[in-house]
């Protein structure tokens, strides 16, 4: 066993299941305190964030954050798994356990290169930092990361690059790294009719085909054409749902979930607007509640992190990543509008949020050393503050 994979079993061992910590925080917590790092813990209703630096202050020092989370998503029914999944299980090279990947594997990664790092840089230039929250698998996000820079916006707190150790590798460790992240706005569509009885429907008023065709025209609209960074903006309904389970009673009311993935080509209130537009077009009656769960953001081609991870990419896997703004989304999408410059690396996300979910365990041993020699080049870089 070695430190980094002593400290993800401890992890997986934890049943941090959103927005639960199970004492993930305060384990990591004690290790950064001990190498050095000064300590914040910020609690917001049932969530704990975890806020660790080292070096200066932040009005006089450029500041490398690493962005993880500690809780998991549920793990189903356990008689599913091969192994028990709050239970790290090593079979065939690989570490077996709920969080495996996503992402306890890659936060342990980054508590063991912060640690390896200060050790050998007591001195270092700048500020390396982690930022870790257990609410980042939920449906709102709203006391996580979210909370947190809204904090760090008071408080004058300032994160120049973050590097999310979100599980990014498609086949092969260094294979994919994510550069940027579509916006996601989602609405609550709530269509209204009038309940009756099928035998008459000229008493009754069917939201379901009233909103057919609109539907029909929301599915078929080009949103945009997307960009050079990005895929076109993609429109999709993910829950549709009307009717008392009676096959001889129109229903009253028809509800619908629909989301936006939206690239920089477009932007969240044009999306709104021309929905709306086309629902009354055709003469619905309805209520739409919007939520913006973030916008889109782009670490552009030659900045300093995205051409940093890059080289790390080539010079310690031996690849050429793809750079990708695919996927759904991170908490980076909190941290980029502070000006933040935002890349994720970790490990291959084949299994996250699946029966046994699992990391190779020689990409995690070799992850640590990914992180350090991001932060070592960074840190090094004659343009500080």
């Keep these: ?203 009754a008023l069917n939201p379901i085909h009233a909103f057919a065709p609109a539907l029909a025209e929301l599915v078929a609209e080009r949103w945009d054409e997307g960009n050079s960074d990005f895929p076109p903006t993609s429109f999709q309904v993910s829950n549709l749902d009307a009717g008392t389970g009676a096959s001889n009673v129109i229903p009253g009311e028809l509800q619908a979930l629909v989301n936006f993935r939206y690239c920089t080509a477009s932007r969240a209130e044009d999306l709104r607007e021309r929905t709306e537009t086309i629902l009354r077009r055709h003469g619905l009656d309805f209520t739409l509640e919007w939520n913006l769960s973030g916008e889109p953001f782009l670490t552009v081609p030659g900045g300093v992190l995205r051409e940093t991870v890059i080289g790390v990419c080539r010079d310690l896997c031996g690849l050429d990543p793809e750079q990708s703004t695919g996927g759904g989304t991170s908490d980076g999408r909190f941290i980029a509008p502070m000006g933040a410059e935002v890349v994720e690396i970790g490990p291959v996300n084949a299994t996250i949020h699946k029966v046994d979910e699992c990391v190779a365990v020689e990409d995690l041993q070799r992850l640590p050393a990914i992180y350090r020699t991001i932060c070592e080049r960074l840190l090094q870089r004659a343009d500080l503050r």
């Design 1 to 203: 066993m070695s430190a980094v994979l002593d400290l993800a079993c401890d992890l997986i061992r934890r049943r941090s299941v959103t927005p639960a910590d199970a004492g993930c925080l305060r384990l990591i917590a004690a290790r950064l305190e001990q190498a050095g790092f000064r300590i914040e813990h910020l609690r917001y209703g049932e969530v704990d964030n975890l806020w660790a630096v080292h070096g200066g202050q932040a009005s006089s020092e450029s500041t490398l954050a690493f962005l993880g989370h500690i809780d998991v998503v549920p793990s189903g029914p356990e008689a599913s798994w091969q192994s028990p999944p709050f239970e790290p299980t090593i079979r065939d090279g690989r570490l077996y356990g709920r969080g495996a990947a996503d992402m306890k594997g890659g936060v342990a990664a980054m508590v063991v290169a912060l640690e390896q790092f200060v050790a050998e840089r007591p001195d270092h230039r700048g500020r390396v930092a982690l930022l870790l929250t257990s609410d980042e698998e939920g449906p709102t996000n709203l006391d996580g990361v979210r909370r947190v820079m809204e904090h760090f916006r008071a408080t004058g707190e300032r994160i120049d690059w973050c590097v999310v150790g979100e599980p990014s590798a498609k086949e092969k460790l260094g294979d994919l790294i994510r550069v940027g992240r579509r916006g996601s706005l989602s609405g609550t569509l709530s269509v209204h009719g009038v309940q009756g009885h099928v035998a008459y429907p000229e008493k």
